[in-house]
């Protein structure tokens, strides 16, 4: 699950963890 919540919330990918507030 990448962006599926569109950056609503932190995505902890496998890479690094991104925290977009959108």
């Not at 919540?5 to 995505?11: V, Y």
Request: hydrophobic share 25%.
């Amino acid at each position: 699950h990448k962006e599926d919540f569109g950056g609503a919330f932190p995505t902890i990918q496998l890479e690094k963890p991104r925290f977009e507030p959108r």
